[in-house]
Protein backbone atom coordinates (compact mmCIF):
# COMPACT_ATOMS: atom_id res chain seq x y z
CA UNK A 1 0.00 0.00 0.00
CA UNK A 2 1.74 2.97 -1.21
CA UNK A 3 -0.77 5.38 -0.51
CA UNK A 4 -0.33 8.89 -2.42
CA UNK A 5 2.92 8.80 -4.43
CA UNK A 6 3.98 11.79 -6.69
CA UNK A 7 6.42 12.07 -9.77
CA UNK A 8 8.90 13.72 -10.20
CA UNK A 9 9.94 14.44 -7.09
CA UNK A 10 12.44 17.33 -8.02
CA UNK A 11 12.17 19.17 -11.72
CA UNK A 12 13.82 22.39 -13.28
CA UNK A 13 12.41 24.20 -15.87
CA UNK A 14 13.19 27.09 -18.06
CA UNK A 15 10.18 29.75 -18.70
CA UNK A 16 8.04 29.56 -21.01
CA UNK A 17 8.36 25.33 -20.89
CA UNK A 18 5.67 22.81 -19.95
CA UNK A 19 5.15 20.27 -17.45
CA UNK A 20 3.25 17.73 -16.12
CA UNK A 21 3.29 16.29 -12.64
CA UNK A 22 1.87 13.19 -11.81
CA UNK A 23 -0.30 12.16 -8.57
CA UNK A 24 -1.41 8.85 -7.91
CA UNK A 25 -3.56 7.04 -4.92
CA UNK A 26 -4.43 3.48 -4.19
CA UNK A 27 -6.81 3.85 -1.53
CA UNK A 28 -9.22 4.74 -3.65
CA UNK A 29 -10.21 8.08 -2.50
CA UNK A 30 -12.97 10.02 -4.27
CA UNK A 31 -11.34 13.34 -3.22
CA UNK A 32 -8.18 14.73 -4.58
CA UNK A 33 -5.79 17.92 -4.42
CA UNK A 34 -3.49 19.72 -5.43
CA UNK A 35 -1.28 22.45 -3.34
CA UNK A 36 1.51 25.11 -3.50
CA UNK A 37 3.96 25.52 -0.39
CA UNK A 38 6.59 28.46 -0.40
CA UNK A 39 7.97 29.93 2.60
CA UNK A 40 6.28 31.45 4.93
CA UNK A 41 3.04 31.07 3.43
CA UNK A 42 1.29 27.89 4.55
CA UNK A 43 -0.05 25.42 1.93
CA UNK A 44 -2.54 26.84 -0.46
CA UNK A 45 -5.05 25.03 -2.81
CA UNK A 46 -4.33 24.92 -6.58
CA UNK A 47 -7.10 22.63 -7.65
CA UNK A 48 -9.30 19.94 -6.95
CA UNK A 49 -11.34 16.87 -7.82
CA UNK A 50 -14.16 15.39 -6.06
CA UNK A 51 -14.36 12.50 -8.34
CA UNK A 52 -13.11 11.26 -12.19
CA UNK A 53 -13.53 13.54 -14.67
CA UNK A 54 -14.61 16.36 -12.45
CA UNK A 55 -12.27 18.99 -11.10
CA UNK A 56 -12.75 22.56 -9.93
CA UNK A 57 -10.59 25.74 -9.17
CA UNK A 58 -9.30 26.53 -5.72
CA UNK A 59 -7.49 29.69 -4.05
CA UNK A 60 -4.55 29.73 -6.54
CA UNK A 61 -5.11 28.34 -10.12
CA UNK A 62 -4.21 30.85 -12.57
CA UNK A 63 -1.33 29.45 -14.77
CA UNK A 64 -2.56 25.74 -13.85
CA UNK A 65 -4.63 22.97 -15.23
CA UNK A 66 -5.48 19.86 -14.16
CA UNK A 67 -7.11 16.64 -15.39
CA UNK A 68 -8.75 12.95 -13.38
CA UNK A 69 -8.66 11.07 -16.28
CA UNK A 70 -9.01 7.92 -13.96
CA UNK A 71 -9.64 7.90 -10.06
CA UNK A 72 -6.61 6.98 -8.63
CA UNK A 73 -5.05 9.70 -10.90
CA UNK A 74 -4.77 13.62 -10.66
CA UNK A 75 -2.21 15.18 -13.02
CA UNK A 76 -1.59 19.37 -12.54
CA UNK A 77 -0.13 20.64 -15.73
CA UNK A 78 1.77 24.41 -16.26
CA UNK A 79 1.21 25.16 -19.85
CA UNK A 80 4.03 28.35 -19.76
CA UNK A 81 6.39 28.01 -16.80
CA UNK A 82 7.00 31.15 -14.90
CA UNK A 83 9.60 31.63 -12.29
CA UNK A 84 6.30 32.71 -9.98
CA UNK A 85 5.77 28.95 -10.16
CA UNK A 86 8.67 27.94 -8.33
CA UNK A 87 7.44 26.27 -5.51
CA UNK A 88 7.26 22.68 -4.14
CA UNK A 89 3.76 20.67 -4.84
CA UNK A 90 2.05 18.87 -2.62
CA UNK A 91 -0.98 16.43 -3.17
CA UNK A 92 -3.48 15.03 -0.86
CA UNK A 93 -6.63 12.75 -1.22
CA UNK A 94 -9.40 11.73 1.18
CA UNK A 95 -12.24 9.65 1.64
CA UNK A 96 -15.91 11.28 0.60
CA UNK A 97 -16.80 10.67 3.90
CA UNK A 98 -17.21 13.26 6.89
CA UNK A 99 -13.58 13.38 8.12
CA UNK A 100 -11.71 16.44 6.59
CA UNK A 101 -7.93 14.04 7.21
CA UNK A 102 -6.41 14.46 3.87
CA UNK A 103 -3.43 12.18 3.27
CA UNK A 104 -0.21 13.94 1.76
CA UNK A 105 2.44 12.02 -1.30
CA UNK A 106 6.12 13.44 -0.67
CA UNK A 107 5.92 16.35 -2.77
CA UNK A 108 7.38 17.51 -5.89
CA UNK A 109 9.95 20.37 -5.36
CA UNK A 110 10.36 22.57 -8.73
CA UNK A 111 12.38 25.11 -9.70
CA UNK A 112 11.56 27.90 -12.73
CA UNK A 113 14.64 29.51 -14.29
CA UNK B 1 -11.69 35.60 2.98
CA UNK B 2 -11.13 33.00 5.32
CA UNK B 3 -7.96 32.76 7.20
CA UNK B 4 -6.09 30.97 9.91
CA UNK B 5 -3.07 32.02 12.05
CA UNK B 6 -0.50 30.18 13.60
CA UNK B 7 1.46 31.55 16.51
CA UNK B 8 4.88 31.95 17.29
CA UNK B 9 6.19 31.66 13.78
CA UNK B 10 9.17 29.79 14.62
CA UNK B 11 10.44 28.13 18.56
CA UNK B 12 13.26 26.84 20.02
CA UNK B 13 13.71 24.47 23.10
CA UNK B 14 15.57 22.36 24.74
CA UNK B 15 15.04 18.38 25.02
CA UNK B 16 12.00 17.95 27.73
CA UNK B 17 10.13 21.46 27.62
CA UNK B 18 7.01 21.80 27.14
CA UNK B 19 5.51 23.86 24.24
CA UNK B 20 2.55 25.34 23.35
CA UNK B 21 1.67 26.24 19.80
CA UNK B 22 -1.68 28.38 19.01
CA UNK B 23 -3.60 28.67 15.90
CA UNK B 24 -6.62 31.48 15.41
CA UNK B 25 -9.40 31.12 12.76
CA UNK B 26 -11.65 33.30 10.80
CA UNK B 27 -13.64 30.91 8.83
CA UNK B 28 -17.26 31.07 7.17
CA UNK B 29 -19.31 27.63 8.05
CA UNK B 30 -16.37 25.88 10.53
CA UNK B 31 -16.39 22.27 10.36
CA UNK B 32 -13.70 20.81 11.56
CA UNK B 33 -9.61 22.13 12.46
CA UNK B 34 -6.35 19.73 12.08
CA UNK B 35 -3.04 19.38 12.70
CA UNK B 36 0.08 18.27 10.97
CA UNK B 37 3.75 17.63 11.42
CA UNK B 38 5.48 18.40 8.59
CA UNK B 39 9.60 16.72 8.73
CA UNK B 40 11.06 17.64 5.18
CA UNK B 41 8.74 16.25 3.22
CA UNK B 42 4.96 15.11 3.19
CA UNK B 43 2.97 16.34 6.06
CA UNK B 44 1.32 13.61 8.60
CA UNK B 45 -1.54 14.17 10.36
CA UNK B 46 -1.34 14.08 14.33
CA UNK B 47 -5.45 15.38 14.88
CA UNK B 48 -8.94 16.45 13.99
CA UNK B 49 -10.99 18.49 16.23
CA UNK B 50 -14.49 19.47 15.73
CA UNK B 51 -16.28 20.00 18.84
CA UNK B 52 -15.34 22.60 21.94
CA UNK B 53 -13.32 21.78 24.70
CA UNK B 54 -13.05 18.12 23.79
CA UNK B 55 -9.25 17.09 23.91
CA UNK B 56 -7.73 14.88 21.97
CA UNK B 57 -4.62 13.10 22.97
CA UNK B 58 -1.89 10.76 21.60
CA UNK B 59 1.46 10.09 23.98
CA UNK B 60 2.70 13.72 24.73
CA UNK B 61 0.39 15.74 22.14
CA UNK B 62 -2.57 16.94 23.16
CA UNK B 63 -4.89 19.42 21.52
CA UNK B 64 -8.60 21.60 22.00
CA UNK B 65 -10.80 23.75 20.58
CA UNK B 66 -12.28 26.64 21.82
CA UNK B 67 -15.01 27.31 19.07
CA UNK B 68 -16.38 30.38 20.56
CA UNK B 69 -12.76 32.10 20.94
CA UNK B 70 -11.94 30.56 17.05
CA UNK B 71 -8.56 29.36 18.50
CA UNK B 72 -6.85 25.76 19.12
CA UNK B 73 -3.73 24.94 20.70
CA UNK B 74 -1.31 21.91 20.18
CA UNK B 75 0.78 20.80 23.53
CA UNK B 76 3.91 18.63 23.25
CA UNK B 77 5.06 18.27 26.80
CA UNK B 78 8.58 16.17 27.24
CA UNK B 79 10.09 17.26 24.13
CA UNK B 80 12.15 15.56 22.45
CA UNK B 81 15.05 16.14 19.28
CA UNK B 82 12.20 14.22 17.01
CA UNK B 83 9.74 16.43 17.46
CA UNK B 84 11.68 18.98 15.20
CA UNK B 85 9.19 19.78 12.39
CA UNK B 86 7.12 22.69 11.03
CA UNK B 87 3.65 21.86 13.01
CA UNK B 88 0.54 22.85 10.43
CA UNK B 89 -2.75 23.91 11.48
CA UNK B 90 -5.59 23.85 8.71
CA UNK B 91 -9.30 24.82 8.93
CA UNK B 92 -12.40 22.74 6.83
CA UNK B 93 -14.84 24.62 5.70
CA UNK B 94 -18.41 24.10 4.26
CA UNK B 95 -19.56 25.53 1.13
CA UNK B 96 -22.79 27.93 0.31
CA UNK B 97 -24.67 24.65 -0.23
CA UNK B 98 -23.86 23.48 3.14
CA UNK B 99 -21.57 20.90 1.40
CA UNK B 100 -17.97 19.89 2.16
CA UNK B 101 -15.20 19.15 -0.53
CA UNK B 102 -13.01 18.87 2.25
CA UNK B 103 -10.93 21.85 1.25
CA UNK B 104 -8.80 22.81 4.21
CA UNK B 105 -7.12 26.69 4.63
CA UNK B 106 -3.70 25.76 6.44
CA UNK B 107 -2.03 28.37 8.56
CA UNK B 108 1.97 29.76 7.51
CA UNK B 109 3.05 26.78 10.33
CA UNK B 110 5.34 27.09 13.26
CA UNK B 111 8.81 25.72 13.09
CA UNK B 112 9.98 24.03 16.30
CA UNK B 113 13.30 23.27 16.91
CA UNK B 114 14.30 21.09 20.10
CA UNK B 115 18.17 21.03 21.03
CA UNK B 116 19.49 18.37 22.73
Known amino acids: NAGVTQTPKFRVLKTGQSMTLLCAQD?????MYWYRQDPGMGLRLIHY???????AKGEVPDGYNVSRLKKQNFLLGLESAAPSQTSVYFC????????????FGPGTRLTVL | EDKVVQSPLSLVVHEGDTVTLNCSYEVTNFRSLLWYKQEKKAPTFLFML????IEKKSGRLSSILDKKELFSILNITATQTGDSAVYLC????????????????FGQGTILTVHP
Open chain 2, 90 to 105: AVGRLDAGGTSYGKLT
Open chain 1, 49 to 55: SVGEGTT
Open chain 1, 27 to 31: MNHEY
Open chain 2, 50 to 53: TSSG
Open chain 1, 92 to 103: ASKWRGLADTQY
